[in-house]
């Protein structure tokens, strides 16, 4: 049985990229700077986050057979765009923890879900009652669930025990979470990012998603990362994004409900937040192609 100060414990022993809170916030702080340059960004990457930049750089503009041919990160981030740049950036110290996952983890699934969660948080945070950084919540989305990841690579034995909780008793994930590590997967990957020094905004973000009521702190930071997960569950971006009449059609009613459902987050104009969303994830669905990767293996996250 877990508990958070055995969690803790064992998060404390995780040493991925010790530079990772850094590097966020230098490139978060640039991305949102319009006097920045591709140059700027370039010398705050390290040289595992330019690799990436560069392989999805070259995926993203000449497919995966083609000679590559983009070799500096000026080019390569011309090609990804300043705002992508920022998905590849945070999820780059998770991607190593799932690189080869078994079947019981679907990177493709949870990559996609990050994605298009990261882009509807930063929608969302625009229509908070109180003011949020945008940044910070679209933070908050891309790594709402990397406290599964944790269970899945750093608690195995308990993430079997998840597993056979869903499946035999047909328990929902997140109670099964609960009944298994006493915590549910926003709390353990919010204990991590706490440890690394991360915003309090993102962190209770991150770990309220599931219970965005208990947030004493950062209530809107949670109900807009709350309601961009519920609303990414509901997007498959492979059949959703064919028109906007029928994606307003299909998410308005949606919209209203979750508006109504919470002070901290109002949308007046369903219509043109529902615009927004259709083109933010018009434009995120080619780098999810490409960042995902084609592995369709395993369960759902
Ligand atoms: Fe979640
Ligand atoms: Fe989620």
């Known amino acids: 049985m877990g508990n958070q100060d055995y969690i803790v414990k064992k998060l404390r022993q995780i040493e991925i990229l010790p530079t990772f809170p850094k590097i966020v916030s230098e490139i978060l ?41 983009i070799t500096t990160m000026e080019r390569a981030i011309a090609v990804i765009g300043y705002e992508h740049l920022g998905y590849i950036v945070l999820q780059m110290p998770f991607l190593g923890m799932i690189q080869g996952a078994d079947t019981t983890f679907n990177k493709k699934l949870f990559i996609t879900h990050a994605i298009v969660c990261g882009s509807l948080a930063k929608l969302i945070g625009a229509y908070a009652t109180a003011a949020v950084d945008q940044n910070e919540v679209y933070v908050s989305g891309i790594l709402h669930d990397i406290g599964r990841i944790i269970m899945y690579r750093y608690f195995k034995k308990e993430w079997q025990e998840v597993l056979a909780l869903i499946k035999e008793e047909h328990m ?18 919010a204990s991590l990012l706490e440890l690394w020094n991360l915003p309090s905004a993102i962190v209770d973000g991150v770990r309220y998603h599931h219970l965005p009521e208990a947030a004493q702190q950062n209530r809107e930071s949670a109900f807009a990362t709350h309601l961009a997960n519920q609303f990414a569950k509901r997007i498959d971006i492979y059949t959703d994004l064919e028109n906007f009449d029928d994606f307003a059609a299909r998410h308005r009613e949606f919209c209203q409900a979750a508006s109504e459902s919470t002070d901290a987050v109002i949308i007046h104009d369903e219509i043109k937040f529902l615009s927004s969303a259709y083109d933010s994830l018009k434009s995120a669905k080619g780098l999810i192609e490409v960042t995902a990767g084609d592995d369709d293996t395993g369960s759902g996250c």
């Not at 994930?173 to 298994?180: D, I, N, S, T």
Request: glycine fraction near 6%; proline fraction near 5%.
């Open 29 to 69: 702080a640039l991305i949102s700077d319009p006097m920045s340059s591709a140059s700027d960004l370039a010398r705050h990457m390290d040289p595992s986050m330019a690799g990436e930049v560069l392989r999805i750089a070259n995926t993203a503009y000449f497919g995966t057979r083609s000679f590559r041919s």
């Open 172 to 189: 929902p994930a997140v109670e099964a979470e609960r009944a298994v590590y006493s915590v549910d997967h926003g709390q353990v990957g």
